[in-house]
């Protein structure tokens, strides 16, 4: 067989983020936690909108923050966010980055 030699120990997929984590020297804990905060620890106001599937979104404060985008709606202008907005349907769960209510709270 030609080619590298073969692989001395597999690792779990799960595993492979955490290699490259500590591999650049990143706290996943602290980076999950800055890019996925529960809204429900916020006290801002939101609804989660899943009805339509080709549209689902969270308006969070009067703002359309779509459903795994990194992005929120200023009317028709896409404000850049560092995660996703997520939303766990089994818990009710909204997720958002901190970055994202810093922005809420500040416009």
Known sequence: MY???A???LAA???VGRMAAEAFGLDLKELTD???FDMDATGLEYEVF???VTDPHA???GYKFPL???YYLVGET???LPGITVYAPNTDKLYVSQEAIYHVIHN
């Open 3 to 5: 080619g590298m030699d």
């Open 7 to 9: 692989p001395r120990q």
């Open 13 to 15: 997929n799960v595993d």
């Open 34 to 36: 800055t890019l996925y």
């Open 50 to 52: 899943t009805t339509d």
């Open 59 to 61: 308006i969070i404060e």
């Open 68 to 70: 795994g985008h990194d």
């Open 78 to 80: 896409r404000i850049m």
